[in-house]
């Protein structure tokens, strides 16, 4: 009997790793968590066996088979653009939306379609922007009742049961809410949609949406942000991201430009604190993205970062990361919770990313930022008409993860030759450092408006307080035109010049031109920063010039982290690759071979016991979903 004690004892370890690895472990949103951690702690694949990855399943988009149909009968504008879905997992099902608009149920462990639903997005023709471009649904459920929210390319919120694949019909009508109606003001709908998925928190279906961003007249669509109630699909509350008169920041909106203006839109993934009920709003650029003239003022909420009650949409606290600005520097990414402790004080925080580069953290409850963030005089506005804000904020820490302004910091140096020769490039625009305003030269901006963070966002580790950002290094140049009265009653538009050539075909400025950076949030240090990719470094050899070694390559997607392991796709060259990183150092322990360029950002999910990775690759007439685990 004592050697049967022991030996069940001895096996206590083994039994219980069994039962933790004989489990079903949820991607129930877009980032992991409504927090946008981008965060698993699934350690099954790990960095022992990662190199034994195989294809599990693969996933034909049924977009594939009405593309021709499609572009037969309306043209080649209706053409699907990449497939940038992140599919989510909640209790053993798998739910995306393909390109096209149809929201999709799979099996995640064979990657069988359980059902489709068709919500004809591309009856309304090519929708405004980008086309064709989504990101994600969003799952509910309350008293076994289960719901995939989709908001649509051409502006309606649709409630899909999730057991089914059709309409709720007790939801709007018949299913379905047409985003356009209660804005405040008519809106057309060939300017007015959404990409990003819903936000379902604290029984509330939160829509934002994206506007036309080139518009020829000072008069566009609101991007108010709305709840709605997931039962109903009854208005809960709407967020004015303009404020309207009597609201607070009306009068940073002067000579009543509050009443015309629009855009001011959160396009990209909002985030909340489920347990705190805030919802975390971040905000982009008024009409229009180059010239201020005709909304003078600070022009809240734009290109801030804005705290809601998620009960009743009220305001609790906002941060604007650029006044007026003319830059289009949106805050394209969702904004991260993370918990730090930072000079012996825990806090609960959040952290936002923006293209400029900087990464801004704040008391998640008060607003108040974790670090000193300054106020800086910045170059102003040579434009007729143009009332730039006197200074910016700058954050104290950390350190911006990408280079900022053209000087000779930034510029290319492989050689004295190709220095020369970028200086008489630049030497035709205005430069200077960050925030050098549009110009009717044409100014370079640098990062660009595609530049710095963007929307696939950073990923946070709960268990090492480290920060993995990627970016991209990109120059572009603003030229400002007078707009034709005839045509439009805005004063300036873009024109002329878009970019500025580098020397003998290569960039302008120094690598990396696309980075991976990991920022220890605790102490708001860099801890690594590593090029992400070979770029155009056999480029560069064949020009005589010394191997440099990877230079990076500006695409990439969103990460995905596990506890032993960073992931990132990125088209590299003429490769398409999943690669899995080393945390603690950026080291690349393997590359994955994938069929179709990585487009959406990984996520990971574990199914009796099993750890997948799933990604969508493709688009246009080819686009799946590759999901890979160990054999």
Do not use: C
Not at 57 to 72: A, G, R
Not at 428 to 451: C, E, H, K, M, N
Not at 453 to 470: K, M, Q, R, S
Not at 594 to 601: D, K, N, S
Request: proline share 8%; hydrophobic share 35%; net charge negative.
């Amino acid at each position: 009997m004592k050697n049967i004690k022991l030996t069940l004892i001895r096996l206590i370890p083994f039994i219980i790793s069994a039962l933790a690895e004989a489990q079903t472990v949820d991607w129930p949103s877009y980032g992991g968590d409504n927090g946008s951690s981008k965060y698993s702690a699934l350690n099954q694949i790990n960095t022992n066996n990662v190199g034994d990855l195989i294809t599990a399943w693969e996933w034909l988009s049924p977009d594939n088979l009405l593309v021709s149909e499609i572009i037969q009968s309306s043209g080649p504008m209706l053409r699907p653009g990449p497939f940038k879905a992140t599919p989510i997992v909640v209790d053993g099902f798998m739910y995306l939306p393909t390109t096209y608009g149809q929201i999709v149920s799979l099996d995640p462990v064979t990657g069988e379609t359980r059902w489709v639903f068709d919500t004809r997005t591309y009856d309304d023709g090519r929708p405004t922007n980008l086309g064709f471009n989504v990101r994600g649904v969003a799952y509910w459920e309350e008293s076994g009742k289960t719901r995939v929210f989709f908001a649509t390319n051409n502006s309606y919120l649709w409630s899909i049961d999730a057991e089914m694949g059709l309409p709720d019909t007790d939801f709007g009508d018949n299913g379905k809410i047409d985003l356009t109606i209660g804005l405040g003001r008519e809106v057309d709908r060939k300017q007015y949609g959404v990409v990003s998925p819903p936000l379902v928190t604290n029984n509330k279906v939160i829509v934002n949406s994206i506007v036309l961003d080139g518009p020829r007249n000072k008069e566009a669509p609101p991007g108010h942000v709305r709840a709605f109630n997931p039962h109903t699909g009854e208005l809960e509350w709407k967020f004015n991201t303009i404020p309207q008169a009597g609201e607070f920041g009306n009068d940073s909106w002067m000579d009543g430009s509050w009443e015309y203006s629009g855009n001011t839109n959160a396009w990209t993934i909002m985030s909340a604190d489920d347990e705190l009920g805030i919802v975390y709003l971040p905000i982009g650029t008024p009409t229009n993205d180059w010239y201020g003239g005709l909304r003078k003022g600070d022009n809240l909420f734009a290109e801030s970062l804005v705290a809601v009650d998620v009960n009743t949409g009220q305001l609790i606290w906002h941060f604007q990361m650029v006044h007026h600005g003319v830059w289009d520097y949106d805050l394209p990414a969702a904004p991260t919770l993370i918990d730090i402790t930072v000079d012996g004080r825990d806090i609960k925080a959040v952290a936002q990313i923006s293209k400029q580069g900087f990464t801004y953290v704040f008391d998640r409850i008060t607003g108040e930022p974790v670090w000193p963030i300054e106020e800086r005089s910045v170059p102003q506005s040579t434009v007729p008409g143009e009332q730039l804000s006197a200074t910016q904020p700058f954050p104290t820490k950390p350190a911006p993860f990408e280079p900022q302004g053209i000087s000779d910091e930034t510029l290319i140096d492989f050689t004295p030759q190709l220095r020369e020769e970028a200086l008489q490039n630049i030497e035709v625009f205005d430069y200077g450092p960050l925030f050098t305003p549009p110009s009717l030269r044409g100014a370079i901006q640098f990062p660009g408006w595609a530049g710095g963070g963007e929307w696939h966002g950073a990923a946070f580790d709960p268990l090492t307080g480290l920060y993995y950002v990627p970016s991209a290094s990109g120059p572009i140049v603003v030229q400002l035109t007078e707009a034709d009265p005839s045509e439009s009653n805005l004063i300036y538009r873009r024109g002329g010049a878009r970019s500025v050539n580098g020397p003998q075909g290569l960039p302008l400025t120094k690598p990396p031109y696309g980075r991976i950076t990991a920022i220890d949030m605790n102490s708001g240090e860099h801890q690594w920063v590593i090029p992400h990719g070979e770029g155009i470094r056999q480029e560069i050899i064949e020009k005589g010039i010394i191997d440099p070694g990877p230079v990076g390559s500006t695409h990439r997607v969103g990460p995905v982290l596990t506890k032993t392991l960073l992931f990132f796709a990125q088209i590299d060259g003429d490769r398409n690759l999943l690669r899995a990183f080393d945390k603690s150092n950026g080291a690349v322990i393997y590359e994955h071979e994938l069929p179709l360029a990585p487009q959406g950002t990984p996520m990971t999910y574990m199914i009796d016991g099993k750890q997948y990775i799933t990604i969508a690759v493709g688009g246009r007439q080819d686009a799946r979903l590759i999901s890979l685990s160990l054999p």
